[in-house]
């Protein structure tokens, strides 16, 4: 997938601005797709120079014009042809694994800061879905679209929790390995 098709999928459900892009994937992506307000921009240069979306001009006292963009009939084509694809599963590329992978041969101490520092950053991240979660919880009767964002969001969620099991995992593990004689000697 790329940046253009995120976009494309923004943009077919409002017509928004490239800084409106970027507070969207701030809020509503954030768990699976990140991207700079200088990518954006970049993309939808792009993307309207390829007829995939058009822009109209909003004028606004005392700063630059805003282009508020939508999707073209070509841009939904890009997006449906898209979207009929079949998807693959994204290659994991984790440090952290591989940092656990040799963990027999580094000192534990290091791994073990390194597990509690990433253990708080995913649940630091957890509480911030959860927060968002509540106010998709507060609607009686959500649209469709919302209850597809919530699906999302729901996706981060677990998947947040699961970095965080993982992580008491690999520390329970290490609190009842034994001491070899090497580091029992020392």
């Given at each position: 997938?790329?940046?253009?098709h995120?976009?494309?999928?923004?943009?077919?459900?409002?017509?928004?601005?490239?800084?409106?892009?970027?507070?969207?994937?701030?809020?509503?992506?954030?768990?699976?797709?990140k991207?700079?307000?200088?990518?954006?921009?970049?993309?939808l240069?792009?993307?309207?120079?390829?007829?995939?979306?058009?822009?109209?001009?909003?004028?606004q006292?005392?700063?630059?014009?805003?282009?508020?963009?939508?999707?073209?009939?070509?841009?939904?084509?890009?997006l449906?042809?898209?979207?009929?694809?079949?998807?693959?599963?994204?290659?994991?590329?984790?440090?952290?694994?591989?940092?656990?992978?040799?963990?027999?041969?580094?000192?534990?101490?290091l791994?073990?800061?390194?597990?509690?520092?990433?253990r708080?950053?995913?649940?630091?991240?957890?509480?911030?879905?959860?927060?968002?979660?509540?106010?998709?919880?507060?609607?009686d009767?959500?649209?469709?679209?919302?209850?597809?964002?919530?699906?999302?969001?729901?996706?981060?969620?677990?998947?947040?929790?699961?970095?965080?099991?993982?992580?008491?995992?690999?520390?329970?593990?290490?609190?009842?390995?034994?001491?070899?004689?090497?580091?029992?000697?020392d």
């Amino acid at each position: 997938m790329a940046l253009a098709h995120t976009i494309l999928a923004v943009l077919s459900q409002s017509p928004c601005s490239g800084y409106d892009i970027g507070k969207r994937f701030d809020a509503d992506l954030s768990c699976y797709w990140k991207a700079s307000q200088q990518q954006i921009y970049r993309e939808l240069s792009k993307m309207e120079t390829d007829g995939w979306v058009e822009f109209e001009k909003i004028p606004q006292a005392g700063k630059p014009d805003k282009k508020v963009y939508k999707v073209t009939p070509a841009g939904f084509q890009v997006l449906t042809q898209w979207f009929a694809e079949p998807t693959e599963p994204t290659p994991i590329r984790e440090d952290l694994l591989v940092k656990v992978m040799a963990a027999a041969q580094m000192p534990r101490e290091l791994l073990l800061k390194e597990l509690h520092h990433r253990r708080q950053l995913h649940q630091t991240q957890l509480g911030f879905y959860r927060d968002k979660e509540c106010c998709f919880q507060a609607v009686d009767a959500p649209s469709a679209a919302e209850r597809f964002k919530y699906l999302t969001l729901r996706r981060g969620i677990r998947y947040e929790e699961d970095w965080i099991a993982w992580c008491d995992e690999v520390l329970d593990a290490l609190k009842q390995e034994q001491p070899s004689r090497d580091e029992s000697a020392d």
